[in-house]
């Protein structure tokens, strides 16, 4: 496995796997890694020839007040887990490689980038479609692999990559629980025992918002509050949003009259977590 740092050398080798005709597939992190990006492996691993895994701590996409200074790393285990995953090559470069001195350039996706997570992180997006532009322009993938956990990131890049015709196909795949349906993210080390506890509730207020779906309710309302009650009845949470929405416009929808997306964020202690399902009326 290849461990490359240098921009240039990243481009050269794409390059010369594209020419020796490969698939390349790209998957793109913030490190830490767990089972959730060991399954985005396992995609790219599957759909491409020469699988590329980034690691990258993006600046940008953090607000002022949010974790980057203590985001957690730990890029042996990376390593080895990307060793174990057939990862060709790891590209890890530095902030002052990727923002150097009179960076100036912005990537930005209108609309869907309002709603949900958009409201309350307002600079995130844009943080994030710079860099994935960035790391599409240095990696050249044919496809790439992101978690439908980052739902509404998802649409936003693939939205991105639509609107300005980047030649990559842009695979989700669902996400990935722990034992007791905890969605899986780096930040979940960031909670104490009894907030891993209250951190279930997001997975049961989901669970629950499905059961009144399929017993035949179809207010948003009425399943976004009860969804309010539910992980408000466990210590430690704050709710940010609980949206019934478009699955792909991420508008809100009043009544559930087609597959729709019910996502959440919830603070529990200091931890932002989020999550989502989708939703089927049949
Ligand atoms: O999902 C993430 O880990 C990040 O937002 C991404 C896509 C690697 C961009 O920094």
């Known amino acids: 496995m290849e461990i490359i740092k240098k921009i240039e050398l990243m481009q050269e080798v794409s390059d010369k796997w594209r020419r020796g005709g490969n698939i390349i597939s790209c998957v793109p992190t913030m ?125 936003v890049i693939k939205q991105m990559v639509r609107d300005l015709n980047m030649d990559i196909d842009i695979i989700g795949v669902p996400t990935v629980r722990e034992k007791d349906g905890l969605a899986m993210s780096s930040r979940n080390n960031y909670l104490s025992p009894e907030e891993r506890l209250s951190a279930l509730s997001l997975k049961k207020g989901l669970d629950f918002a499905k059961k009144m779906v399929a017993e035949g309710e179809r207010d948003s309302a009425k399943i976004k509050n009860a969804v309010r009650e539910l992980i408000l009845s466990h210590p430690f949470t704050e709710i940010d949003y609980i949206t019934i929405c478009d699955t792909e416009k991420l508008t809100d929808m009043e009544n559930i009259d087609r597959p729709s997306l019910l996502a959440l964020a919830v603070r529990v202690g200091k931890t932002r977590l989020i999550d989502n399902i989708i939703v089927r009326t049949n």
């Open 31 to 155: 490190g830490f890694l767990h089972q959730g990006h060991v399954e985005l492996l396992s995609v790219g691993r599957e759909k491409g020839d020469r699988l590329i895994m980034t690691i990258f701590v993006n600046p940008t996409q953090f607000g002022p007040h949010e974790d980057y200074q203590r985001y957690p790393q730990d890029t042996e285990g990376d390593l080895d887990k990307a060793r174990s995953a057939g990862v060709d090559a790891v590209f890890m470069p530095t902030v002052e490689k990727m923002y150097p001195d009179g960076f100036q350039s912005t990537v930005t996706v209108d609309n869907i980038t309002q709603y949900l997570c958009g409201k309350s992180r307002p600079r995130h997006f844009a943080g994030v479609t710079v860099v994935v532009a960035k790391l599409f322009n240095i990696t050249k993938p044919h496809l790439a692999i992101f978690g439908e956990k980052d739902y509404q990131q998802l649409v």
